[in-house]
């Protein structure tokens, strides 16, 4: 099964970040390990720079909050 996922959040100073992906497991038993494994995604996005920021040429450092997080299966 495959999802796509957007998680969006701040980090210090207010700075706003969004990322997004996909994930996919084995079968429809597996989701409880999706949203797992987005973060997991999401935050080495985050991390290594590849999250679309709220403030461009700004830094984006820790703490960070998640304030949305969106999960879709996608059928085929």
């Not at 099964?1 to 701040?10: A, D, F, L, Q, V």
């Not at 999401?42 to 700004?58: D, E, M, Q, R, Y």
Request: with cysteine; hydrophobic share 35%.
């Amino acid at each position: 099964m495959r999802y796509t996922y957007e998680i969006n959040g701040t980090g210090a100073n207010e700075q706003t970040w969004k990322t997004t992906g996909t994930v996919e497991v084995e079968s429809l038993g597996e989701f409880p390990n999706v949203p797992t494994l987005a973060l997991k995604d999401s935050f080495l996005k985050l991390t290594h720079g590849n999250a679309i920021f709220g403030h461009p040429g700004v830094g984006c450092k820790g703490p960070y909050t998640v304030t949305r997080f969106l999960i879709e299966v996608v059928w085929n």
